[in-house]
């Protein structure tokens, strides 16, 4: 272990006050992005609002609206079934019918809702953009749109994730609490490990480790292994089992009071080849470039470019998946992306994964991944900085 300690468990739950701020902080954006109201479905972006969770969320089944107007209180257009957790908010105005109900899954209560909004610009923002979904049928969705004839149904996910990038300091505790949770499971696991176990074994004793520190969840766990390398970094854990040369690639969405954090680690079994030992120093040295360059002022263009820096020097023949990084809360994964193209500025209290990875021999490479959260001057590192020489695993 390396003597870092676990942060305190900031708590389950924010206060009324970060809900008002935020909302307070929505009906400023919506007077410069030119929309009366915005309607949020999606279960995370509920959630932001609101502060209403529940695992229902894993029936589709039902519908769910939140309406958040520029001028006015919030009101949450729901299932019956959900009333009693909505009052447990700080949401007061709450609209229900008996769902499911087909033939009306809520659009009479939504559209009346609608129609008594203030208007001014004749504008209303919906989940259209990017990272972003409407969670309800699209047919209902053109039915509405057709009956608010009056109204302009718009791309509101602009002024969404503007809102949700930029991190209070609850949020930042509570994303600093899950990587640190996670980090002392990545210290931990080596010890568990041995040859001979399949990938669905180590990710069993990662998940039972997380738990073990305090996660609440573990919905996100990539186990993947090769030998000298691997080849892609999405799809495991598999019955493979893990024997001398293999480089065992684990990627983590562990979560604390609905916050994430996610990163990385690569453990070796037995002495890594000289070829993976260069490929792992090339990405460290990477992930070093990419903090240095986290500070307020920098674009996400910056941040790539200089991760992108150590890793052509290092022989990196390219990464298919297109980006070094991205923007890190109450998702896995968040806007912006550390990419050419994406010149999002670099501000205080944003979260990102440092995320350098490179192909360093055909169909073999090395990813590696750390958590910052941009200050003025630089970053903060969430997560406990991964050693430099990969962890061997005996075999």
Request: proline residues 7%; glycine residues 10%.
């Amino acid at each position: 272990m390396t003597g870092n300690t676990i942060s305190p468990p900031p708590g389950h739950g924010l206060p009324d006050e970060e809900f008002q701020s935020r909302f307070e902080r929505a009906q400023a954006a919506m007077h410069r992005h030119e929309v009366d109201a915005i309607v949020v479905t999606a279960p995370h972006n509920v959630r932001y609002f609101t502060g209403f969770n529940t695992q229902f969320w894993e029936s589709p089944t039902r519908p769910w609206f939140v309406i958040v107007p520029r001028e006015g209180e919030i009101i949450a257009v729901i299932p019956e079934i959900g009333v009693p957790g909505m009052e447990m908010t700080w949401v007061r105005d709450i609209r229900h019918w008996p769902a499911p109900q087909p033939e009306d899954d809520g659009l009479s209560l939504l559209g009346s809702a609608l129609a008594d909004l203030p208007s001014r610009f004749g504008r209303v923002g919906w989940e259209m953009g990017r990272e972003s979904v409407i969670r309800m049928p699209i047919s209902d969705f053109d039915k509405l749109r057709a009956q608010q004839s009056n109204l302009e149904f718009v791309n509101g996910s602009g002024l969404i994730w503007e809102l949700r990038m930029v991190k209070s300091e609850p949020e930042i505790d509570r994303i600093r609490h899950a990587c640190h949770i996670a980090s002392a499971a990545f210290e931990a696991l080596p010890a568990t490990l041995e040859a001979g176990d399949t990938e669905y074994d180590a990710s069993r004793k990662i998940r039972t480790e997380l738990m073990r520190f305090g996660a609440d969840t573990v919905p996100f766990a990539a186990v993947i292994s090769g030998h000298d390398g691997y080849d892609q970094i999405i799809v495991g854990p598999s019955e493979r089992k893990l024997g001398s040369g293999d480089i065992l690639f684990i990627d983590l969405g562990a979560t604390y009071d609905g916050y994430s954090c996610d990163f990385d680690r690569n453990f070796s079994f037995g002495e890594p080849s000289d070829l993976v030992a260069r490929a792992h120093e090339t990405v460290w040295q990477a992930t070093e470039a990419g903090i240095a360059a986290a500070r307020a002022g920098a674009t996400t263009r910056d941040l790539w470019q200089a991760m992108a820096k150590v890793l052509d020097a290092g022989g990196s023949a390219g990464l298919n998946v297109g980006r070094l990084g991205h923007g890190l809360g109450m998702q896995l994964t968040e806007p912006p992306s550390n990419m050419p193209g994406d010149d999002t500025p670099l501000v205080p209290g944003m979260v990102m994964t440092i995320e350098p990875g490179m192909e360093f021999a055909p169909g073999k490479m090395l990813v590696h991944e750390e958590n910052v959260v941009i200050r003025e001057g630089g970053c903060e590192l969430l997560t406990w900085r991964a050693s430099r020489s990969l962890p061997v695993i005996p075999v």
